[in-house]
């Protein structure tokens, strides 16, 4: 029998559970008022997530990181054989389908976990210098970034392609890198961003720019601002938020759950939801700070931090008219299950290696 040892307790970050659960609480209420029966899925997805959770918290990743290269080729892998084999919902080619049960796959929303724990390994092998990492290194690290982007994007899912491209960088930027390739960097996107709208962007993507350049925004975000809108200070009651109960508001569990949110509790709920977020991201943000030479837990929490960051700001921009319209959710908050599973797994990966840093459950040689 295994005696857990005391010290994992100690060293778990109990802070990051309690600054979880109130989003899935609010969710799961606004749902439920909205649509009954998804509500009732959404707990699955709970459930779902919790057991992913205590699976990676359990899993002995120090041990076992000579595996994180294998697991980063094989979602690759299932990332070109999409192209291969892939089926097809909504002009999007993203998934495959598993034999004989019929259950689809989105191999980029699986690819999340793997790609971040890459840089954890990649980073914590070769640690940076003072100065910060030289041209070489930068091209290797951008080999492992790039090289998913493309073919995330080729899919097309440029949502999901553009967040690991900031995460990969950001996490450099973070990281070190020396300044030099920074300003190179910024040289390079100034003359590619003109070239990449005319001949890499599909229609759909280039009408949706448009329509966010454009004086008046498409339908779904006029109808997401008269619902922020009409919130007001305060909010309304559920009866009267006409614009989600009259179903003006579209996809108003998912993708435009903000917009619902703050018709139903207004200024003041639109800005406590926002200071929620800024709490756990920057509480995960602290833990990168904190540790001074496990670049492998730094790397994983400032991915987290990032992924985070980015998916709340895009959505929330996205609702209220000052990014394009992406299918990209607001984290931990709208309906669905493969975002949340993801985020639970990340959280398990990052607990497990905060709680067993100092190996006290596996005999391991490692840090």
Same mark, same amino acid.
């Given at each position: 029998?295994?005696?857990?040892?005391?010290?994992?307790?100690?060293?778990?970050?109990?802070?990051?559970?309690?600054?979880?659960?109130?989003?899935?609480?609010?969710?799961?209420?606004?749902?439920?008022?909205?649509?009954?029966?998804?509500?009732?899925?959404?707990?699955?997805?709970?459930?779902?997530?919790?057991?992913?959770?205590?699976?990676?918290?359990?899993?002995?990743?120090?041990?076992?990181?000579?595996?994180?290269?294998?697991? %980063?080729?094989?979602?690759?892998? +299932?990332?070109? *054989?999409?192209? @291969?084999?892939?089926?097809?919902? !909504?002009? $999007? =080619?993203?998934?495959?389908?598993?034999?004989?049960?019929?259950?689809?796959?989105?191999?980029?929303?699986?690819?999340?976990?793997?790609?971040?724990?890459?840089?954890?390994?990649?980073?914590?092998?070769?640690?940076?210098?003072?100065?910060? %990492?030289?041209?070489?290194?930068? +091209?290797?690290? *951008?080999?492992? @970034?790039?090289?998913?982007?493309? !073919?995330? $994007? =080729?899919?097309?899912?440029?949502?999901?392609?553009?967040?690991?491209?900031?995460?990969?960088?950001?996490?450099?930027?973070?990281?070190?890198?020396?300044?030099?390739?920074?300003?190179?960097?910024?040289?390079?996107?100034?003359?590619?961003?003109?070239?990449?709208?005319?001949? +890499?962007?599909?229609?759909?993507?280039?009408?949706?720019?448009?329509?966010?350049?454009?004086?008046?925004?498409?339908?779904?975000?006029?109808?997401?601002?008269?619902?922020?809108?009409?919130?007001?200070?305060?909010?309304?009651?559920?009866?009267?938020?006409?614009?989600?109960?009259?179903?003006?508001?579209?996809?108003?569990?998912?993708?435009?759950?903000?917009?619902?949110?703050?018709?139903?509790?207004?200024?003041?709920?639109?800005?406590?939801?926002?200071?929620?977020?800024?709490?756990?991201?920057?509480?995960?943000?602290?833990?990168?700070?904190?540790?001074?030479?496990?670049?492998?837990?730094?790397?994983?929490?400032?991915?987290?931090?990032?992924?985070?960051?980015?998916?709340?700001?895009?959505?929330?921009?996205?609702?209220?008219?000052?990014?394009?319209?992406?299918?990209?959710?607001?984290?931990?908050?709208?309906?669905?299950?493969?975002?949340?599973?993801?985020?639970?797994?990340?959280?398990?990966?990052?607990?497990?290696?905060?709680?067993?840093?100092?190996?006290?459950?596996?005999?391991?040689?490692?840090?």
């Amino acid at each position: 029998m295994i005696l857990i040892d005391r010290r994992i307790i100690t060293h778990f970050d109990f802070a990051l559970i309690l600054l979880i659960l109130p989003f899935m609480l609010i969710s799961h209420y606004l749902i439920s008022e909205v649509n009954p029966a998804l509500a009732q899925k959404q707990l699955i997805y709970f459930f779902i997530g919790f057991i992913a959770f205590i699976a990676a918290f359990l899993a002995p990743i120090r041990e076992y990181k000579w595996l994180i290269p294998l697991i %980063y080729w094989i979602n690759i892998l +299932l990332l070109v *054989s999409v192209d @291969i084999f892939g089926v097809s919902k !909504l002009g $999007a =080619k993203r998934w495959l389908e598993i034999p004989f049960i019929h259950f689809t796959i989105q191999p980029s929303e699986i690819f999340k976990p793997a790609f971040i724990l890459m840089l954890a390994y990649l980073i914590s092998q070769n640690p940076p210098p003072k100065e910060g %990492y030289g041209f070489k290194d930068f +091209l290797k690290f *951008s080999f492992y @970034i790039l090289l998913p982007f493309f !073919l995330i $994007a =080729k899919e097309p899912d440029l949502g999901t392609a553009l967040i690991l491209l900031i995460i990969g960088y950001g996490v450099l930027f973070m990281v070190g890198v020396n300044w030099r390739i920074w300003v190179s960097i910024l040289i390079f996107l100034s003359l590619f961003i003109p070239i990449s709208y005319k001949y +890499l962007l599909h229609d759909y993507q280039k009408k949706r720019i448009e329509d966010f350049l454009s004086e008046k925004p498409s339908y779904h975000v006029q109808q997401s601002i008269i619902a922020i809108g009409s919130g007001g200070l305060s909010g309304k009651e559920s009866q009267e938020a006409t614009q989600t109960k009259l179903r003006f508001l579209p996809i108003s569990t998912s993708d435009f759950i903000f917009a619902y949110f703050v018709e139903r509790f207004g200024f003041f709920g639109a800005v406590g939801l926002l200071f929620l977020y800024a709490l756990l991201i920057l509480h995960i943000f602290s833990i990168f700070f904190r540790l001074k030479r496990d670049y492998f837990t730094k790397v994983v929490a400032v991915s987290i931090a990032f992924l985070l960051f980015t998916y709340m700001s895009v959505n929330i921009a996205m609702t209220i008219g000052l990014a394009p319209v992406v299918g990209v959710p607001l984290p931990l908050f709208s309906y669905g299950g493969s975002s949340f599973v993801n985020f639970m797994v990340l959280f398990g990966i990052l607990e497990h290696l905060l709680a067993f840093r100092f190996k006290f459950l596996y005999n391991s040689t490692h840090i």
